[in-house]
């Protein structure tokens, strides 16, 4: 596990440099949202099963052949499978927010999951919208919670959707 501070102060020491004005502003921003991050993890933690719940219908509304025989999450077993994917995408996005680094999602989300999905016909555009959908609903949970900026909600949910989507070479 990293987060902003261990991952900033590994850049600083493997270099041997004392923390510059850059570290400390990087800092100061990183406890400075300190308060909204946690407001953030509170807003996933206390309506995870329906923020899962409102983005895989919308999904399904949005994509209807999804459901449809021949569609990757048609029968229970797969509808069940696509619904848990998002339960992860979004636990582990609110250990994201929390850490301030996306290494948590590097390295228990998105190692092998591409292939993974390839493997088993599992589209990548849709799972890439579920994942958008439900940064959209954490952002106006947040906002509906005080946060004035939720600008920082995007990151791990924007870094999960990049990683997935990226071409390969
Ligand atoms: C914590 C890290 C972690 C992740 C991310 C993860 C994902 C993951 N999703 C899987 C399957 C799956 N994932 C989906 C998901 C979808 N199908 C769709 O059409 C939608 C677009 C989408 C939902 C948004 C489906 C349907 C399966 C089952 C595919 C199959 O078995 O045929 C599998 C194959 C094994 C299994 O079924 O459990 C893995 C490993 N597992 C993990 O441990």
């Known amino acids: 596990m990293r987060d902003a ?3 900033l102060i590994r850049n600083y020491d493997g ?3 004392y923390l510059d004005r850059n570290a400390i502003d990087s ?3 990183y406890f ?3 308060t909204e ?3 953030a993890a509170t807003a996933i933690n206390a309506n995870a099963a329906s923020i899962v719940k409102q983005a895989g219908s919308q999904l399904f509304e949005e994509l209807p052949e999804l459901i449809r ?3 990757n999450a048609y029968t229970t ?3 069940s499978a696509c619904l848990r994917d998002m339960d992860y995408y979004l636990r582990y996005a609110s250990y994201a927010l929390v850490a301030g680094d996306s290494y948590v999602l590097d390295q228990r989300v998105l190692q092998g999951l591409r292939e993974t999905y390839n493997s088993l016909g599992v589209p990548i555009a849709p799972t890439v919208r579920g994942i958008q959908i439900m940064k959209d609903i954490v952002k106006t949970m947040a906002a509906e919670m005080g946060v004035n900026d939720t600008s920082f909600i995007d990151q791990p949910f924007d870094h999960m959707t990049r990683e997935l989507s990226e ?3």
């Open 5 to 7: 501070v261990t991952t």
């Open 15 to 17: 270099t041997g440099r």
């Open 27 to 29: 800092l100061k921003s």
């Open 32 to 34: 400075e949202s300190g």
């Open 37 to 39: 991050r946690v407001t």
């Open 69 to 71: 025989p021949g569609g």
């Open 77 to 79: 077993r797969r509808y």
């Open 167 to 169: 071409q390969d070479v």
